[in-house]
């Protein structure tokens, strides 16, 4: 009642379809219980919600929640209030992007998504550098976790690309902080999975948005030669622009049922070829998915650029895919297939989702054991895979990455149907997680999780490493109560009589 009664510019819900909404996310795998939900419009709204829960002894907690896309829970709380960062309500809207063109960075609220963040860019011809393969996550989401993509290879994660924040803390203060202000607060909260404050402001590093994107999708059934080919292309990522590739990813293909799904997906094939008949005796191919930026300046010399990069690959030499289309639209280009799920009604399914980063030294092991072992022929959804440099991501952030020079993400990105089909179920997708994460301790491939999920601190320590001791040391300065993201478990929330330290 007394969070109620605060005199706020937004709006504080209890309406029961509000609370739904907040208790569940993209996952559906576990299900909050939030009390009220805050619809904010100013950092001011957050910090008076958030110095009343601090003061309170009733146990609460605050969640703040983006587009809802977390998977495990992460922005849920059940004793307390969630903080709905986008998709407003009301008369009252917190600030609109503002773009500052001269300087190339972007003010944008942390609750804006990064399909209106390029929007609003694209109105001065510029772009955000790094992104994530979908655009309707908010920014406050992503910079709490990393945020990757196929540039990330070149650019850095979007944390990476970040020149300032705003941030509410545990204790309801509203800092801004950047590398010469706030500094260590500024390092922990990228990727610090919302543990030491609430992004209510972010500043943007852009570049000049190219107009015209060439997209490429070339086959192999030799694993070796694919990663070896992604890793030479990620290796330019210092050589000028018309020398490298700006967007390098790739995916596994073990389920020849999704051929028809990849093939469509891209126009006109260079060389038409049934491509069920590339399937090697393993069963397993690989795609590796490329792109490069033009403009109309440029448009004269793409093809040169590109068949000069294509010549030093060794991919299956009938398996071109090519086809040219707007910036805009390749990078928005999840969301025409979560469209088309919708319609068919498998968006809202549970989604079991596995995100790991794999040294490279194991990587071939982590094929033969996982692509080639465990999963069989059936996947569930896309399983992406490619490299990053590690000198792209700033050690000072929370992000705990492999100890390597490149390392691979990794990501299951599958749906469970309740279709009587075993190998779709949730218990057997869960089932299979946990086997491919025995599988790689049992082999000594030390992976980090990328969107972690643990549920005891001691695995979360483990997780963190030799970052952990730093990390509690700034939850305890900046959230000593532990009322900021309970949903990830990392600390449990204490009351004022009770000791500061996690159970």
């Not at 379809?17 to 993209?26: C, G, I, K, N, Q």
């Not at 194991?362 to 033969?368: C, N, V």
Request: net charge negative; proline share 5%; with cysteine.
């Amino acid at each position: 009642m007394e969070i109620l009664r605060l005199g706020i510019d937004g709006q504080l819900s209890v309406d029961p379809s509000d609370v739904e909404t907040a208790s569940l996310d993209f996952g559906l795998l576990t299900r909050g219980q939030p009390l009220a939900v805050l619809h904010p419009v100013s950092a001011q709204d957050i910090s008076q919600v958030v110095k009343a829960v601090y003061g309170s002894n009733q146990g609460m907690t605050v969640s703040a929640r983006g587009h809802g896309h977390s998977i495990n829970g992460q922005a849920q709380t059940t004793n307390g209030v969630v903080i709905q960062m986008s998709g407003w309500k009301g008369g009252n809207k917190p600030p609109r992007p503002r773009v500052w063109a001269e300087e190339r960075y972007v003010d944008v609220w942390g609750g804006e998504l990064w399909i209106d963040v390029l929007k609003s860019t694209l109105e001065y011809g510029l772009a955000p550098k790094s992104w994530t393969d979908y655009l309707y996550l908010s920014v406050g989401g992503t910079l709490s976790n990393a945020g990757i993509s196929g540039q990330a290879f070149n650019h850095g994660p979007q944390i990476s690309n970040v020149y300032e924040l705003d941030v509410v803390t545990g204790k309801g203060e509203v800092l801004t902080c950047s590398e010469d202000e706030n500094t260590e607060l500024f390092h922990a909260v990228l990727g610090g999975l919302g543990q030491f404050g609430i992004i209510t402001r972010a500043r943007i590093s852009l570049e000049p948005a190219p107009k015209m994107v060439r997209w490429i999708r070339v086959l192999y059934s030799n694993f070796s030669a694919f990663t070896s080919d992604q890793e030479h292309l990620i290796s330019l990522h210092a050589e000028p622009g018309n020398q490298k590739f700006d967007y390098v990813e790739g995916f596994v293909i073990v389920d020849e049922g999704l051929i028809n799904n990849w093939r469509s997906s891209l126009l006109s094939p260079q060389n038409p070829v049934k491509i069920s008949t590339l399937f090697p005796s393993g069963g397993v191919l690989y795609c590796l998915e490329i792109a490069k930026n033009y403009h109309e300046s440029t448009v004269q010399t793409i093809d040169q650029e590109v068949e000069f990069l294509l010549k030093k690959l060794n991919f299956i030499s009938t398996s071109v895919f090519t086809t040219d289309l707007l910036y805009v639209d390749f990078l928005d280009r999840v969301h025409k297939a979560e469209l088309k799920l919708r319609s068919k009604g498998l968006w809202e399914v549970p989604h079991p989702w596995l995100n790991l980063f794999i040294p490279s030294s194991k990587i071939a092991e982590f094929d033969k054991g996982v692509f080639k072992g465990i999963l069989g022929n059936k996947t569930s959804g896309p399983i992406l895979i490619y490299p990053m440099n590690k000198n792209k991501w700033d050690h000072r952030s929370s992000v705990v990455t492999p100890d390597e020079g490149v390392f691979y993400l990794v990501a299951l990105l599958r749906s469970a149907l309740d279709n009587g089909e075993e190998t779709q179920s949730l218990e057997y997708l869960n089932n299979q997680n946990r086997q491919i994460l025995r599988y790689c301790d049992e082999a000594g491939i030390k992976v980090k999780r990328y969107l972690p999920h643990y549920t005891t601190q001691q695995e979360w320590m483990d997780h963190f490493g030799n970052k952990w001791d730093r990390f509690y040391e700034m939850k305890m300065e900046f959230d000593p109560r532990h009322i900021l993201a309970s949903g990830q478990r990392i600390f449990t929330p204490t009351f004022p009589s009770s000791s500061n330290m996690p159970s």
